[in-house]
């Protein structure tokens, strides 16, 4: 099991239109998350951080999700507004070892 956590470094002021935009794409398919996926923010540390982390089984059905997703209709135009809210990001991912 894979646990991919995208990191959105959000401009000053920009966390509730940039949550808003994600939640639009959640809710319209254009952007999957799969289950046991979370969306969270900074409680402490950096602020304006949108951090999402989905688990995956193999790093094949994570490359297999992002080929699917930006092949969606609509991906492009939902992008271009999210992507103009973020400073930068990054990306994790993690090999889960131990689930308790």
Do not use: N
Not at 18 to 33: C, P, R, S, V
Not at 59 to 76: D, H
Not at 89 to 95: F, L, Q, T, V
Request: aromatic share 12%; hydrophobic share 40%.
């Amino acid at each position: 099991m894979y646990i991919v956590r995208e990191i959105f470094h959000l401009q000053f002021g920009k966390y509730k239109e940039a949550k808003a935009l994600l939640d639009e794409g959640i809710q319209t398919g254009i952007f999957k998350m799969t289950p046991g996926s979370r969306v969270l923010t900074d409680f402490t540390g950096k602020g304006y951080r949108l951090v999402l982390e989905m688990p995956f089984p193999s790093l094949a059905s994570f490359e297999q999700s992002l080929q699917q997703e930006m092949s969606e209709t609509g991906w492009q135009e939902w992008y271009g507004k999210f992507k103009v809210l973020v400073l930068s990001s990054e990306r994790e991912i993690m090999k889960l070892m131990k689930s308790l």
